[in-house]
Nanobody, 113 residues
């Protein structure tokens, strides 16, 4: 399985970004997929996940600001991030919700004025 995350960048507080993660080499539609992030010096954490049918879950820290979605035809999962805060700065990754796939390279999100 290959995980290709993209869409990160530098944004000011209050700004928005949309991340994408293309998944190849697996039967994508069967799996619950999650977006994770890892800030410097911190453990990787799950911030949002979505099951095949579309139900979603969010960490309290991003609830109301982030929206996860998926396109099973394009084999891609998205993370719309609004009202970004400096504490959202991290490398963002996608993976199965149980994190059983090998990690991809992630995409850097930096929130700073």
């Amino acid at each position: 399985v290959q995980l290709q995350a993209s869409g990160g960048g530098l944004v000011q507080p209050g700004g928005s970004l949309r991340l994408s993660c293309a998944v190849s080499g697996s039967i994508f539609r069967f799996y619950a997929i999650g977006w994770y992030r890892q800030a410097p010096g911190k453990q990787r954490e799950l911030v949002a996940d979505i099951i095949s049918a579309g139900s979603t879950n969010y960490a309290d820290s991003v609830k109301g600001r982030f929206t996860i979605s998926r396109d099973n035809v394009k084999r891609t999962v998205y993370l719309q991030m609004n009202n970004l805060k400096p504490e959202d700065t991290a490398v963002y990754y996608c993976n199965r919700r149980d994190a059983s796939w090998a990690w991809g390279q992630g995409t850097q999100v930096t929130v700073s004025s």
